[in-house]
Structures are given as structure tokens and as C-alpha cells.
T-cell receptor
Framework: GAGVSQSPSNKVTEKGKDVELRCDPISGHTALYWYRQRLGQGLEFLIYFQGNSAPDKSGLPSDRFSAERTGESVSTLTIQRTQQEDSAVYLC???????????????FGNGTRLTVT | AQTVTQSQPEMSVQEAETVTLSCTYDTSESDYYLFWYKQPPSRQMILVIRQEAYKQQNATENRFSVNFQKAAKSFSLKISDSQLGDAAMYFCAYRSAEKIIFGKGTRLHILP
């Protein structure tokens, strides 16, 4: 079956521009996560959705970052006025509802590599 | 707050040999799950193995096994008969009802 799909796979943008990153989770997965991974580093939690609501936004690094999710499916992560420090791979993952079946692993997309020049 | 620590940023092992990657965690919760993920250069995160905290028996998946020591809060990954395709970043992860936390990763090199 289809896995988690992220687009674009690569994005190069100029400093100061806004970017939108898209994630299509596995159908039926109500939990959705965004992570940031800088080169050679670990996964930095950004935000978690349960359905359309975001009970945990604690990882968003600044008010330039925002995310939304519609219809318990697609999510977009928006970065406004991009900075060079935003360059990283942005990974999306989905899972059955956390708290109900939390033995389920996260299913990851291939990520979007963002380069800010 | 829960934390996950992988103390080995990089490791190397000779092909066909056995290697153990360490992971420790800190939590006050009693019910949780632990996972090891592999991230090859393609950057796709792949589940390697999972362990339920309430189970004493160590999980195994083919050449991969864990040594789960709940009292010590340790969850190491053993890879037997290492193969070139095992070269990747390996992440340990902790999942409870409220959150999922990853360690910083261990980069594993396989020497031919």
C-alpha cells in the first residue's frame, strides 16, 4: 500500500522567501508528526497532530514556522522569511492514534531537503 | 522529562562480525515502547525492531536483537553477521502515550 508521501523532495530557496512543505500520511493514520534533521544530526521534533488539532506545538523553533492539517489527511509545514539556519531535511511521519495504539511505529516519508541560499 | 541517549556517535565493524549499539533512556513512566530505526543514505527511516516495556523477553528480528534491561533503562541493539547494507544511521526511540523521543543517532560503518 501507499506510504507517507512528501513533496517536494528537494527545495532550494533564497533567504527571505516563504516555503511550503507537504505531507500526505498513510490513509487512516490520525497521528502526524513533523521533524527537522540537520546534516548529520538527529531528529528534532517540531509539531504533532492528532486529527486536525495540534496538541503539541512545542518544537516549533520560532513564529516563522507554522503547520496545519486539513481533513485528517494532508499537512503543510510553512516556513516564512527563510533563513540559512533553516536548511535541513524535514521529515513527516504518521501513525495510528497515539495513546490508543502507541506500540505502533512511526511510518516516515522520504523527507524534503530544504536548502536556503 | 523523558530523554534518550545514544553515547556512540560513530561505530565501525568488520563485515560478518557482530556489533552492539547502545541506548539508554530516562523515564518515570511504566508503560512504553522502544524502537530502533535505521536511516540509510536514502534518508528513509526504516523500523528495525521494537520492544514492549512490559515484556521481559528480548525482541529479535533475524540478525537484529535487543538487550533490554528495564531496571537499568538500557536498550541496546545487536547486529549479527554485519552486512554492507547495514551501513546507516541508527536511532533509538522511546514512545509512550504522550510522546515520541529519538536519540541523536549512531552512524554505523561496515568495513569490507
Amino acid at each position: 500500500g501507499a506510504g507517507v508521501s512528501q513533496s517536494p523532495s528537494n527545495k532550494v530557496t533564497e533567504k527571505g522567501k516563504d516555503v511550503e512543505l507537504r505531507c500526505d500520511p498513510i490513509s487512516g493514520h490520525t497521528a502526524l508528526y513533523w521533524y527537522r534533521q540537520r546534516l548529520g544530526q538527529g531528529l528534532e521534533f517540531l509539531i504533532y497532530f492528532q486529527g486536525n488539532s495540534a496538541p503539541d506545538k512545542s518544537g516549533l523553533p520560532s513564529d516563522r514556522f507554522s503547520a496545519e492539517r486539513t481533513g485528517e489527511s494532508v499537512s503543510t509545514l510553512t516556513i516564512q522569511r527563510t533563513q540559512q539556519e533553516d536548511s535541513a531535511v524535514y521529515l513527516c511521519a504518521s501513525s495510528p492514534p497515539q495513546g490508543a495504539i502507541y506500540n505502533s511505529p512511526l511510518h516516515f516519508g522520504n523527507g524534503t531537503r530544504l536548502t536556503v541560499t | 522529562a523523558q530523554t534518550v541517549t545514544q553515547s556512540q556517535p560513530e561505530m565501525s565493524v568488520q563485515e560478518a562480525e557482530t556489533v552492539t549499539l547502545s541506548c539508554t533512556y530516562d523515564t518515570s513512566e511504566s508503560d512504553y515502547y522502544l524502537f530502533w530505526y535505521k536511516q540509510p543514505p536514502s534518508r528513509q527511516m526504516i523500523l528495525v525492531i521494537r520492544q514492549e516495556a512490559y515484556k521481559q523477553q528480548n525482541a529479535t528480528e533475524n540478525r537484529f536483537s535487543v538487550n533490554f534491561q528495564k531496571a537499568a533503562k538500557s536498550f541496546s541493539l545487536k547486529i549479527s553477521d554485519s552486512q554492507l547494507g547495514d551501513a546507516a544511521m541508527y536511532f533509538c526511540a522511546y514512545r509512550s502515550a504522550e510522546k515520541i523521543i529519538f536519540g541523536k543517532g549512531t552512524r554505523l560503518h561496515i568495513l569490507p
